[in-house]
Each structure stands twice: as structure tokens, then as C-alpha cells.
């Protein structure tokens, strides 16, 4: 079992503003297959209360409330 940071969360979901550069973007596609891989059951992960804090508040100001729930739960 691994320790899920919220890093992973906020470079899989987090809608940025400006163009990312390739490096960004490459992290941005394997944060998203790390999230692919445990919704799938592939990878078994824990995390705490306060990482789950953290992405609530740097996603919501992108996300609809029932976004951020779905993601989550």
C-alpha cells in the first residue's frame, strides 16, 4: 500500500489558466493514470483527512461542488 499526496489530485484535476509546459503536461498525465489506476482497484492507497482538505480547497475554486464530491467519494 502507498501514501497518496494531494499533489496528485490537484495535477490530475486542477484546471490551470495558462499553458503548461511539456514537463507539466507529462505530470499531469501520469498524476492522471495514478488516479486511473486506483479507481480501476489497480493500486490500494491511503491518505489523510488533511490531504483531502487541501485538494477540496485548491479544486474548488475550478469545480462545481458535485465535481469535487464525485472525485472524492
Known amino acids: 500500500m502507498r501514501f497518496l499526496d494531494?499533489?496528485?489530485?490537484?495535477?490530475?484535476y486542477y484546471k490551470p489558466k495558462k499553458l503548461l509546459t511539456q514537463k507539466e503536461e507529462d505530470m499531469k498525465e501520469q498524476a492522471k493514470k495514478i488516479v486511473r489506476n486506483i479507481s480501476a482497484g489497480k493500486e490500494q492507497v491511503m491518505t489523510t483527512v488533511v490531504h483531502i482538505s487541501e485538494i477540496v480547497n485548491i479544486l474548488k475554486n475550478g469545480m462545481t461542488q458535485n465535481q469535487l464530491?464525485?472525485?472524492i467519494l
Not at 494531494?6 to 490530475?12: G, L, V
Request: without cysteine.
Open 6 to 12: 494531494a499533489n496528485i489530485f490537484i495535477y490530475a
Open 69 to 71: 464530491t464525485h472525485i
